[in-house]
């Protein structure tokens, strides 16, 4: 069974600046996707990038982005110039492409913006 | 980005009774819903896998009887928490997918049943 893990389980980043969210992630499968999705306090969960396992270009939404190590299976979100509105527990998910069904979410990570 | 609704985003009710919560995608068809359960600064629990015009498929532990779901069409699932009690206080959260593609997850905004 997959299974996804975020070790951290709070980070806090200066309004600004930069952070990266870790999210590693095991399988033994080749062909799959991962995801990273935000919970804000309102808590409707939204999409906030995706990556498909097959390309090895890492994933950019605006000043989210993914370094994405296949072969490490890690999946790190790093958010640039980091606004008050990112504060949110965010989180990693993985989806086979073969055996399509659930989502595995990892256990989250809130993140604190101070202003 | 598709749009999933759900309804009531907060119910109050007596033990005993029972709790329908509806989910539906507005703009989209969706054959296969999810539902989970939520506490406070945790992960998502997946209780069951909704599938268009079939039974559920629930996860492990999760009780049949207790949390009824029906997927009687495209775009509408819903999730009947029965004879309800204090300890099914929660929150809970629908998601639904296109069928085709990498399957990203679109969220309802959750509903929060409190058991008095």
């Known amino acids: 069974a997959q299974t996804v893990t975020q070790s951290q389980p709070e980070m806090s980043v200066q309004e600004a600046e930069t952070v990266t969210l870790s999210c590693t992630y095991d399988?033994?499968?080749?062909?799959?996707?991962l995801f990273w999705y935000k919970q804000p306090p309102s808590r409707q969960m939204i999409l906030v990038i995706r990556?498909?396992?097959?390309?090895?270009q890492n994933a950019t939404e605006n000043r989210f982005s993914v370094n994405f190590q296949k072969a490490a299976k890690s999946f790190s979100l790093k958010i640039s110039d980091s606004q008050l509105g990112d504060a949110a527990m965010y989180f990693c998910?993985?989806?086979?492409?073969?055996?399509?069904?659930?989502?595995?979410f990892g256990d989250g990570t809130t993140l604190t913006v101070k202003p | 980005g598709a749009v999933v609704s759900q309804h009531p985003s907060r119910v109050i009710c007596k033990s005993g009774t029972s709790v329908k919560i509806e989910c539906r995608s507005l703009?989209?068809?969706?054959?296969?819903m999810f539902w989970y359960r939520q506490f406070p600064k945790q992960s998502l629990m997946l209780m069951a896998t909704?599938?268009?015009?079939?039974?559920?498929?629930?996860e492990q532990g999760v009780e049949k009887d207790k949390f009824l779901i029906n997927h009687a069409s495209l775009t509408l699932s819903t999730l009947t928490v029965t004879s309800a009690h204090p300890e099914d206080s929660s929150f809970y959260i629908c998601?639904?997918?296109?069928?085709?593609?990498?399957?990203?997850?679109?969220f309802g905004e959750g509903s929060r049943l409190t058991v008095l």
């Open positions: 998601s639904a997918r296109f069928s085709s593609g990498a399957g990203e997850l679109f």
């Open positions: 399988t033994s499968e080749s062909d799959y996707y």
């Open positions: 990556q498909e396992a097959y390309k090895q």
């Open positions: 998910a993985y989806r086979s492409a073969i055996r399509a069904g659930k989502s595995t």
């Open positions: 703009d989209f068809q969706a054959t296969t």
């Open positions: 909704s599938n268009e015009g079939s039974k559920a498929t629930y």
